[in-house]
């Protein structure tokens, strides 16, 4: 089992920097792949990036390409995403998933309880 928490949203304006923190407990984290989903209101939820169990291979929507980033460090049990330059239209709810097939079946075992990003203009 593997329980994430996700912190680092809030309240921010047009061309901010904001780094989402996910956070998890489990001995099986650092077996699985771990992506940032995100859903805004009235929109359906969108991936928006993915990080292999290792940290080594990324993907990044093209939505967001030039402005977020995702990372992991294992020894603390935490994937971030990096979001530079924020947007109105990244204004969202922001939600951590981890699974230990995801990058083969694109299932996601693990949810967390997500995080609001507002983004002021």
């Known amino acids: 089992q593997v329980q994430l928490v996700e912190s680092g949203g809030g309240l921010v304006q047009a061309g901010d920097f904001l780094r989402l923190s996910c956070a998890a407990s489990g001995h099986t984290f650092d077996s699985c792949a771990v992506a940032w989903f995100r859903q805004a209101p009235g929109k359906e939820r969108e991936l928006v990036a993915r990080?292999?169990?290792?940290?080594?291979?990324?993907y990044v929507a093209d939505s967001v390409k030039d402005r977020f980033t995702i990372s992991r460090d294992n020894t603390k049990n935490t994937v971030y995403l990096q979001m530079y330059s924020l947007r109105p239209d990244d204004t969202a709810v922001y939600y951590c998933a981890a699974g230990l097939l995801a990058l083969i079946t694109g299932k996601y075992d693990y949810w967390g309880q997500g995080a609001q990003v507002t983004v002021s203009s």
């Open positions: 990080i292999s169990q290792s940290g080594g291979s990324t």
